[in-house]
Protein backbone atom coordinates (compact mmCIF):
# COMPACT_ATOMS: atom_id res chain seq x y z
CA UNK A 1 0.00 0.00 0.00
CA UNK A 2 1.11 3.55 -1.02
CA UNK A 3 2.23 5.41 1.84
CA UNK A 4 1.50 8.70 0.12
CA UNK A 5 -2.05 10.32 -0.03
CA UNK A 6 -3.55 10.84 -3.14
CA UNK A 7 -2.78 13.99 -5.30
CA UNK A 8 -5.03 16.93 -3.87
CA UNK A 9 -4.21 20.60 -3.98
CA UNK A 10 -4.58 20.95 -0.33
CA UNK A 11 -2.49 18.04 0.42
CA UNK A 12 0.52 18.22 -1.35
CA UNK A 13 2.59 15.55 -2.11
CA UNK A 14 5.83 16.25 -4.07
CA UNK A 15 8.63 17.99 -2.69
CA UNK A 16 11.64 20.02 -5.09
CA UNK A 17 14.75 17.59 -5.26
CA UNK A 18 16.98 19.86 -2.57
CA UNK A 19 20.87 19.11 -2.40
CA UNK A 20 22.63 19.12 1.09
CA UNK A 21 21.29 17.26 4.50
CA UNK A 22 20.96 20.08 7.09
CA UNK A 23 17.67 22.03 7.49
CA UNK A 24 18.02 24.92 6.65
CA UNK A 25 15.74 26.65 8.56
CA UNK A 26 14.74 26.31 12.05
CA UNK A 27 11.40 24.28 12.60
CA UNK A 28 9.03 23.55 15.68
CA UNK A 29 7.62 20.14 15.82
CA UNK A 30 4.70 19.27 17.92
CA UNK A 31 4.78 15.78 18.88
CA UNK A 32 2.18 13.71 20.34
CA UNK A 33 2.77 13.12 24.25
CA UNK A 34 3.36 9.13 24.57
CA UNK A 35 3.51 5.85 22.23
CA UNK A 36 3.22 8.02 19.23
CA UNK A 37 6.27 10.06 19.99
CA UNK A 38 8.31 7.64 20.94
CA UNK A 39 7.56 5.93 17.70
CA UNK A 40 7.91 9.11 15.93
CA UNK A 41 11.37 9.43 17.24
CA UNK A 42 12.25 6.26 16.16
CA UNK A 43 11.81 7.08 13.06
CA UNK A 44 13.26 10.28 12.70
CA UNK A 45 16.38 8.63 14.62
CA UNK A 46 16.43 6.49 11.59
CA UNK A 47 15.67 9.18 9.03
CA UNK A 48 18.97 11.43 10.16
CA UNK A 49 16.37 13.90 11.99
CA UNK A 50 17.57 15.52 14.42
CA UNK A 51 16.59 14.54 17.87
CA UNK A 52 16.03 16.13 21.34
CA UNK A 53 19.28 16.81 22.57
CA UNK A 54 18.65 15.60 26.11
CA UNK A 55 19.22 11.68 25.14
CA UNK A 56 17.08 11.72 21.46
CA UNK A 57 14.09 10.56 23.93
CA UNK A 58 11.21 12.48 26.05
CA UNK A 59 10.62 9.53 28.57
CA UNK A 60 11.15 11.23 31.83
CA UNK A 61 11.36 14.86 30.61
CA UNK A 62 8.78 16.88 31.98
CA UNK A 63 9.95 20.04 29.74
CA UNK A 64 7.24 21.18 27.36
CA UNK A 65 9.55 22.68 24.35
CA UNK A 66 13.16 20.28 23.42
CA UNK A 67 15.66 21.83 21.29
CA UNK A 68 17.69 19.52 19.15
CA UNK A 69 21.64 19.99 19.65
CA UNK A 70 22.17 21.66 16.43
CA UNK A 71 19.20 23.61 17.08
CA UNK A 72 17.68 22.86 13.72
CA UNK A 73 14.68 21.82 15.51
CA UNK A 74 12.35 22.88 18.21
CA UNK A 75 9.89 20.11 19.86
CA UNK A 76 7.10 21.49 21.47
CA UNK A 77 5.39 18.30 23.49
CA UNK A 78 1.60 18.39 23.25
CA UNK A 79 -1.69 16.29 23.77
CA UNK A 80 -2.11 14.16 20.93
CA UNK A 81 -5.62 16.56 20.13
CA UNK A 82 -4.04 19.63 20.26
CA UNK A 83 -0.92 18.58 18.17
CA UNK A 84 -3.23 19.75 14.30
CA UNK A 85 -4.46 22.89 16.34
CA UNK A 86 -0.34 23.99 17.09
CA UNK A 87 0.06 23.35 13.56
CA UNK A 88 -3.27 24.94 11.95
CA UNK A 89 -2.32 28.15 13.85
CA UNK A 90 0.92 28.45 13.13
CA UNK A 91 3.04 27.53 16.57
CA UNK A 92 4.09 24.80 15.30
CA UNK A 93 5.83 23.95 11.43
CA UNK A 94 4.50 20.41 11.59
CA UNK A 95 3.73 17.90 13.65
CA UNK A 96 2.82 14.61 13.91
CA UNK A 97 -0.79 13.10 14.85
CA UNK A 98 -3.16 9.82 14.20
CA UNK A 99 -5.56 10.09 10.90
CA UNK A 100 -8.45 9.78 13.60
CA UNK A 101 -7.34 12.76 15.65
CA UNK A 102 -7.10 15.18 12.60
CA UNK A 103 -10.75 13.77 10.92
CA UNK A 104 -12.67 14.34 13.88
CA UNK A 105 -11.12 17.86 14.31
CA UNK A 106 -11.21 19.26 10.61
CA UNK A 107 -8.17 20.90 10.96
CA UNK A 108 -6.71 22.99 7.65
CA UNK A 109 -3.69 21.93 7.89
CA UNK A 110 -1.30 19.87 4.74
CA UNK A 111 -1.15 16.18 5.35
CA UNK A 112 2.12 15.68 2.73
CA UNK A 113 3.07 11.87 4.25
CA UNK A 114 1.06 8.90 6.16
CA UNK A 115 4.06 7.22 8.38
CA UNK A 116 3.97 3.35 8.79
CA UNK A 117 3.00 3.60 12.79
CA UNK A 118 0.06 4.10 15.12
CA UNK A 119 -2.23 1.67 13.02
CA UNK A 120 -5.33 1.50 14.68
CA UNK A 121 -9.45 1.72 13.46
CA UNK A 122 -12.19 3.59 14.64
CA UNK A 123 -15.20 1.01 15.18
CA UNK A 124 -18.27 1.12 15.98
CA UNK A 125 -19.24 -1.55 18.38
CA UNK A 126 -22.08 -3.03 20.12
CA UNK A 127 -23.28 -6.74 22.37
CA UNK A 128 -22.82 -9.47 20.31
CA UNK A 129 -26.44 -9.88 19.97
CA UNK A 130 -26.43 -7.15 17.41
CA UNK A 131 -24.04 -8.23 14.92
CA UNK A 132 -26.07 -8.95 12.37
CA UNK A 133 -28.76 -6.65 12.72
CA UNK A 134 -28.69 -3.84 10.27
CA UNK A 135 -27.99 -0.22 11.70
CA UNK A 136 -31.32 1.46 10.55
CA UNK A 137 -33.61 -1.37 12.52
CA UNK A 138 -32.66 1.21 15.66
CA UNK A 139 -34.51 4.31 14.63
CA UNK A 140 -32.28 6.36 17.47
CA UNK A 141 -29.43 4.34 19.06
CA UNK A 142 -27.38 5.99 21.64
CA UNK A 143 -23.59 5.95 20.76
CA UNK A 144 -21.31 6.82 23.55
CA UNK A 145 -17.58 8.01 21.70
CA UNK A 146 -14.67 10.55 22.37
CA UNK A 147 -15.55 11.44 19.00
CA UNK A 148 -18.73 12.69 17.93
CA UNK A 149 -17.95 14.67 14.74
CA UNK A 150 -17.01 11.27 12.91
CA UNK A 151 -19.66 9.21 15.13
CA UNK A 152 -22.48 11.93 13.99
CA UNK A 153 -21.70 12.00 9.99
CA UNK A 154 -21.16 8.19 9.97
CA UNK A 155 -24.77 7.71 11.29
CA UNK A 156 -26.10 10.79 9.40
CA UNK A 157 -24.93 9.58 6.03
CA UNK A 158 -27.16 6.54 6.60
CA UNK A 159 -30.05 7.80 7.54
CA UNK A 160 -29.69 7.26 10.97
CA UNK A 161 -30.71 9.77 13.90
CA UNK A 162 -28.78 8.88 16.43
CA UNK A 163 -28.01 10.29 19.60
CA UNK A 164 -24.58 10.83 20.55
CA UNK A 165 -22.92 11.04 24.41
CA UNK A 166 -19.54 12.34 23.89
CA UNK A 167 -17.67 10.73 26.73
CA UNK A 168 -13.76 11.39 27.81
CA UNK A 169 -12.86 8.10 29.77
CA UNK A 170 -13.67 4.62 28.65
CA UNK A 171 -16.20 4.28 26.77
CA UNK A 172 -16.86 0.30 26.68
CA UNK A 173 -18.88 1.54 30.46
CA UNK A 174 -21.35 3.10 28.32
CA UNK A 175 -23.49 -0.06 27.64
CA UNK A 176 -22.76 -1.67 30.47
CA UNK A 177 -24.60 1.02 32.52
CA UNK A 178 -27.28 1.25 30.34
CA UNK A 179 -25.96 4.98 29.32
CA UNK A 180 -25.85 3.83 25.51
CA UNK A 181 -26.62 0.98 23.32
CA UNK A 182 -23.33 1.48 20.96
CA UNK A 183 -20.03 2.97 21.36
CA UNK A 184 -17.48 4.50 18.80
CA UNK A 185 -14.02 4.03 20.08
CA UNK A 186 -10.36 2.98 18.59
CA UNK A 187 -9.62 -0.66 17.96
CA UNK A 188 -6.18 -2.14 18.12
CA UNK A 189 -6.34 -5.74 19.23
CA UNK A 190 -10.07 -5.83 20.34
CA UNK A 191 -9.05 -7.10 23.43
CA UNK A 192 -10.69 -4.49 25.74
CA UNK A 193 -13.82 -5.03 23.35
CA UNK A 194 -13.69 -8.79 24.05
CA UNK A 195 -13.28 -8.29 28.10
CA UNK A 196 -16.35 -6.29 28.02
CA UNK A 197 -18.44 -8.55 25.88
CA UNK A 198 -18.65 -6.09 23.14
CA UNK A 199 -17.54 -6.62 19.46
CA UNK A 200 -17.27 -4.44 16.65
CA UNK A 201 -19.99 -4.10 14.08
CA UNK A 202 -18.50 -1.51 11.19
CA UNK A 203 -15.35 0.38 10.37
CA UNK A 204 -15.40 3.94 10.04
CA UNK A 205 -11.64 4.76 9.55
CA UNK A 206 -8.85 3.00 9.33
CA UNK A 207 -5.88 5.43 11.10
CA UNK A 208 -2.36 5.67 10.99
CA UNK A 209 0.33 8.21 11.80
CA UNK A 210 1.05 11.51 9.49
CA UNK A 211 2.76 13.86 8.92
CA UNK A 212 0.67 17.31 9.15
CA UNK A 213 2.17 20.71 8.05
CA UNK A 214 1.06 24.41 8.39
CA UNK A 215 0.22 25.62 5.09
CA UNK A 216 2.04 29.09 5.37
CA UNK A 217 5.14 26.94 6.78
CA UNK A 218 4.72 24.79 3.97
CA UNK A 219 5.37 27.46 1.62
CA UNK A 220 8.06 30.19 3.51
CA UNK A 221 9.74 27.31 5.31
CA UNK A 222 9.54 24.53 2.16
CA UNK A 223 13.10 23.70 2.45
CA UNK A 224 13.32 22.95 5.99
CA UNK A 225 10.20 21.49 5.64
CA UNK A 226 11.02 19.11 2.28
CA UNK A 227 13.95 17.77 3.17
CA UNK A 228 12.40 16.28 6.61
CA UNK A 229 9.83 15.16 4.62
CA UNK A 230 11.88 13.87 2.07
CA UNK A 231 14.54 12.27 4.90
CA UNK A 232 11.20 10.58 6.31
CA UNK A 233 9.81 9.40 2.91
CA UNK A 234 13.46 7.75 2.10
CA UNK A 235 14.03 5.88 5.49
CA UNK A 236 9.95 4.41 4.58
CA UNK A 237 10.86 3.05 1.10
CA UNK A 238 14.32 1.78 2.37
CA UNK A 239 12.73 -0.04 5.04
CA UNK A 240 9.68 -1.51 2.85
CA UNK A 241 12.75 -2.59 0.48
CA UNK A 242 14.16 -4.28 3.11
CA UNK A 243 11.42 -6.44 4.47
CA UNK A 244 10.03 -7.24 0.84
Given at each position: MSLRPPTDPTHPTE?????????????????????????????????????????????????????????ALRY???????VPIYVEYGAADVGICGLD??????????????????????????????????????SQPRVATKFPRLTEEFFRTRGINAEIITLHGSVELGPLVGLADLIVDLVDSGNTLRENGLVELRVILRSQAVLIANRASYRLKSLAVCRLIESLRNAIEQSEQTSS
Open positions: TPDLPGSALPDSLTVALPKGRLSEQTLAWFRHSGIPLPAADGSTGDDRRLILASEDGVMAKPSDILREGGRHVYEPLLLPFGHCRLSLAGPADLLDVPLRYD
